[in-house]
Nanobody, 121 residues
């Protein structure tokens, strides 16, 4: 059974940084496609970043240059480094994964429970 557990969310002032983590059990990140999503109150869920070894990384225009998705295969942990945070980045953030390295599209079968990020201006 695949379980993804996010951590690292919190409250930060605009311009600050946070690093989200996503630990997996029953699943190995390694070369598979992984992603981060977010959902703000009253808004649809949006893909923030996705990537795999064979497909490279893709970022939403709204976070490009500020957010970085990465993995530590030894720790089997996925990260989202978020810099220069803005009030509009406030949302629940979710990690997601699939069982292949093909990384087109935003459909993922495995999801974490989310971690809240709040950015105050």
């Amino acid at each position: 059974q695949v379980q993804l557990v996010e951590s690292g969310g919190g409250s930060v002032q605009a311009g600050g940084s946070l690093r989200l983590s996503c630990a997996a059990s029953g699943y190995t990140f390694s070369s598979n496609c992984v992603a981060w999503f977010r959902q703000a109150p009253g808004k649809e869920r949006e893909g923030v970043a996705r990537g795999s070894m064979i497909s490279g990384t893709t970022y939403a225009d709204s976070v490009k240059g500020r957010f970085t998705i990465s993995k530590d295969n030894a720790k089997n942990t996925l990260y989202l480094q978020m810099n220069s945070l803005k009030a509009e980045d406030t949302a629940m953030y979710y990690c997601a994964a699939r069982g292949s390295g093909a990384c087109s599209g935003w459909n993922f079968p495995y999801w974490g429970q989310g971690t809240q990020v709040t950015v105050s201006s």
